[in-house]
């Protein structure tokens, strides 16, 4: 969906490096969630916020922070503490929770040097 | 636990036919189904999806039907076209959130 942007497309973290994958969406939804996409694998869920300046841990959210200043924006940190960051990362909104369709962005692949 | 089991994890199909995916859940208060197609390299779409007041819903050449007693939901997909080939991923709704299976790579064969 055009509304979501994810940046950059491609991201290179180095050894001990924190990076930071950007997430904006102009839909004035609510919720915003990350995923991670590994090959072969479904989504996993690492943290979703429900409104501003709130979020919740989701199954794998060792390693990762996030923060929701804005309600247009929910940005990722992956940090060193993140031993295999080696994945498709998928940012996601929905106007509201639960039973609210996510609309995805396009994804940040990160990989290590 | 919050869980959700998807089958076939590959599906070849001949130009025409029909496939099916099938997906079961753990929690019987499990509300909301959607199913996401994801071509390579870019992002899940919507394609369809079921709430638990409803058993079946249909869009096209795409179906989901929903037994909520043996907690499992199907996507069908009728005369399958090549573009149909795609990774398909269901999920469900436990909380507020969404668990999603592990995906079929669905191939459909001209």
């Known amino acids: 969906d055009g509304g979501i942007t994810q940046s950059p497309k491609y991201l290179f973290r180095k050894e001990g490096q924190n990076v930071t994958l950007s997430c904006e969406q102009n839909?004035?939804?609510?919720?915003m969630y990350w995923y991670r996409q590994d090959p072969g694998q479904g989504l996993r869920l690492i943290y979703y916020s429900q409104i501003v300046n709130d979020f919740q841990k989701g199954d794998i959210a060792e390693g990762y922070s996030v923060s929701r200043e804005k309600k247009e924006s929910f940005p990722l940190t992956v940090t060193s503490a993140q031993k295999n960051p080696t994945a498709f990362y998928l940012c996601?909104?929905?106007?509201?929770?639960?039973?609210?369709?996510?609309?995805f962005g396009d994804g940040t692949r990160l990989s290590i040097l | 636990g919050e869980n959700v089991e998807q089958h076939p994890s590959t599906l070849s199909v001949q130009e025409g036919d029909s496939a099916v995916i099938k997906c079961t859940y753990s929690?019987?208060?499990?509300?909301?189904f959607p199913w996401y197609k994801q071509e390579l390299g870019k992002r899940p779409q919507l394609i369809i999806d079921?709430?638990?007041?409803?058993g079946e819903k249909k869009d096209q050449r795409i179906a989901v039907t929903l037994n909520k007693t043996a907690k499992h939901f199907s996507l069908h997909i009728t005369e399958t076209q090549p573009e149909d080939s795609a990774v398909y991923f269901c999920a469900a709704r436990y909380g507020n959130k969404l668990v999603f299976g592990a995906g079929t790579i669905l191939r459909v064969k001209s």
């Open positions: 839909l004035n939804h609510d919720a």
């Open positions: 929690d019987s208060a499990s509300n909301y």
């Open positions: 996601a909104s929905s106007i509201g929770q639960g039973e609210a369709p996510q609309h």
């Open positions: 079921i709430r638990s007041n409803v």
